[in-house]
Nanobody, 126 residues
Framework: QVHVVESGGGFLQAGGSLRLSCAAS???????MAWFRQAPGKEREFVAG????????AYADSVKDRFTISRDESKNTMYLQMNSLKPEDTAVYYC????????????????????WGQGTQVTVSS
């Protein structure tokens, strides 16, 4: 069992920046880690993902060029640097980890992620 815990959410104005962190208890069996988000009244959606063993990333079109996903293998921690935030980025952000090899080619497929955090709220005001 892998536990993941998010941190770093907050309230800020549009145009600001925020960095989320996700600490995993163990990454030995993990192929991919990713960020998803769920806005009020909407379904949870893929934001960004990274293969754990190599530096290969994927982004949703809505955040490309504004968000950067990274990882520190020595700390079993993943990050999401969010710049130029918009009110539509307001959501609960979830960290997820997948032990499925298929996740390396389908990082947006939520069904491949077995381990989820509790989420951290990000609120962007206009």
């Amino acid at each position: 069992q892998v536990h993941v815990v998010e941190s770093g959410g907050g309230f800020l104005q549009a145009g600001g920046s925020l960095r989320l962190s996700c600490a995993a208890s163990d990454t030995f069996s993990i192929y991919t880690m990713a960020w998803f988000r769920q806005a009020p009244g909407k379904e949870r959606e893929f934001v960004a993902g990274t293969r754990w063993s190599i530096s290969r990333t994927a982004y949703a079109d809505s955040v490309k060029d504004r968000f950067t996903i990274s990882r520190d293998e020595s700390k079993n921690t993943m990050y999401l640097q969010m710049n130029s935030l918009k009110p539509e980025d307001t959501a609960v952000y979830y960290c997820a980890a997948s032990p499925e090899y298929r996740s390396t080619s389908n990082p947006q497929d939520q069904s491949l992620y077995y381990y989820w955090g509790q989420g951290t709220q990000v609120t962007v005001s206009s």
